[in-house]
């Protein structure tokens, strides 16, 4: 009784796989459509970015610095923002000292900048942080008394013409701005070199052509400036990814994002694997919160636009150039913040893990195991010739398939995985001029090691639907100053 009953059931999944194939071309279509634009930024990342003229004014700045247990290199970040050739009076440091249980408000306050300390277990992202200097700030000055508000983690350090050139940017009218993401430790090891090589890939793919654009790219957790319109009601964002949140919320309240490729700060990357995965678990659960959380209201900015708004003696060309613009930045936002592996996968196990397996056990089929679009699938075809396996209806063709499936989707990330070795090789030859001076040796090790990356974002997303994330502090031991770097 029980083995007709399976046989039934597999029998009716089987007849319903066909049918379910307009599904999942749907969804396929949908995902295809959000990376339309992905190879035309690529092309205009090779040979643009947006420029900025002169600044005519020098505009009044907060920097703000929240940090945790931060005596090492602090203090190395306070220096080289005091080594900047723009003027300091119109500077003002502040540090948030959150949950410290070392020197860092000590080193802060003895360094030159006003240090307010939090102590709260309950409130223990960056978003917290910031949320209470804001607060302290607004008590203290006046939001208002700061024309735009710097952002730094306590690990960077800055080029000593970086505020002139990110004032340049402010000074054209730019609201948001990010800026040229270096690191100080890509000598440190593989591990390091993969954040290193992420960060310049996402000024290529990412900055430089939205930027030229005059569309909105996204913000990546440090080095940013953004006007005090902004706040105006106080910093809200503390989930554990605040950057995905403040992006997401600008673009739905219809600012550009710009990015200037003269203003370089450098970053420290983590060395140890354990720590690289901590992080880029807290990233990948932060994604989709920020998406559950702001997903909904970009998508809706697509089709009804309530920001753009028709100017006196304004053309009717112009207002339409403009909406469109804004809708496109909220498509565009929207396709960063959708994480698409976990649709992807889905898709994959519900209709050719499943379903598919399903049909076979009805009709049987023929499977090409070394068949994908791959350069390595080409060159195996290419040596080996083409190969089939004939699977039987039935419970063995059912499983034999899941199992072959499954090696299909093995085969195509391996081939995947060498042809992503190629962006690494791009990113050394394109910014060479700007990496920290590494040997051959280094550079071959880190083009072959960087699709890692890529790896551990994927699956660390998968895990982070089903476990739950805490912000812990990231080490950041480096002893490098702004002084080393401009040696």
């Known amino acids: 009784m029980l083995h007709t009953l399976l046989d039934q059931f597999a029998t009716f999944m089987g007849s319903i796989y066909a049918p379910s194939l307009i599904a999942a071309s749907a969804i396929a279509t949908f995902m295809k459509v959000l990376s339309i634009h992905d190879w035309p930024y690529r092309i205009i990342g090779l040979f643009f970015t947006r420029k900025f003229q ?16 931060e005596e090492a290199v602090i203090g190395n970040l306070i220096h ?19 949950n410290c249980t070392d020197r860092t408000a000590e080193i802060a306050r003895k360094n030159g900048a006003i240090c ?4 709260n277990d309950q409130e223990r992202t960056k978003g917290f942080a910031l949320k209470y200097l804001f607060e302290q700030i607004q008590k203290d000055y006046g939001i208002t008394a700061f024309e735009g508000y710097f952002i730094f983690d306590s690990d960077n350090l800055l080029k000593k013409d970086y505020i002139s050139r990110m004032n340049e940017s402010f000074d054209a009218g730019e609201k948001i701005i990010t800026s040229y993401r270096s690191t100080k430790n890509l000598n440190e090891g593989w591990i390091a070199s993969l954040y290193a090589i992420h960060w310049l890939r996402s000024i ?16 990546q957790g440090t080095g940013f400036l953004f006007s005090n319109e902004i706040v105006r009601d106080g910093w809200k964002y503390t989930s554990l990814t605040e950057d995905r949140a403040l992006t997401a919320d600008c673009v739905v309240q219809g600012y550009e994002i710009s990015y200037n490729n003269e203003a370089i700060f450098y970053d420290e990357q983590p060395t140890s694997l354990r720590v690289a995965l901590r992080q880029r678990l807290r990233w990948a659960k932060g994604h989709l919160q920020a998406f559950a959380e ?22 009717w060309y112009n207002y339409l150039w403009r909406t469109i613009r804004h809708r496109f930045m909220a498509f565009d936002t929207f396709a960063q913040l959708l994480p698409k592996q976990i649709v992807n996968v889905f898709r994959w196990l519900i209709f050719s893990v499943i379903l598919f397996s399903f049909k076979i056990y009805t009709t049987g089929g023929t499977f090409h195991p070394l068949s994908n679009s791959t350069d390595l699938s080409r060159a195996v075809r290419y040596f080996f010739g083409s190969i089939t ?59 072959f090691t960087w699709p890692i990356y890529d790896i551990i974002e994927r699956y ?24 080393d770097l401009a040696e």
């Open 54 to 69: 002169p600044a005519k004014k020098q505009h009044k700045y907060a920097i703000l610095i929240p940090g945790r247990n």
């Open 80 to 98: 080289s923002i005091k080594q900047q050739d723009y003027p300091q009076e119109l500077l003002t440091i502040f540090v948030c000292a959150d």
């Open 116 to 119: 307010y300390e939090h102590f």
């Open 204 to 219: 290529r793919f990412r900055h430089r052509p939205r930027s030229f654009l005059h569309l909105a790219t996204n913000i």
């Open 294 to 315: 702001s997903g909904w209201g970009l998508f809706c900015n697509i089709f009804w636009d309530k920001n753009t708004r028709w100017k006196e003696g304004d053309h």
């Open 389 to 447: 396996v004939d699977i039987p209806a039935g419970w063995q063709g059912f499983f034999l398939c899941m199992l072959m499936v499954i090696w299909l989707r093995i085969y195509y990330r391996i081939g995947s995985y060498f042809g992503n070795i190629w962006v690494a090789v791009y990113i050394m030859i394109v910014e060479h001029k700007r990496l920290q001076k590494i040997n051959l040796k280094q550079k071959i090790l880190y083009c």
């Open 460 to 483: 660390v997303k998968y895990l982070a639907l089903f476990v739950k994330v805490e912000w812990k502090t990231i080490p950041h031991n480096s002893t490098v100053t702004i002084d």
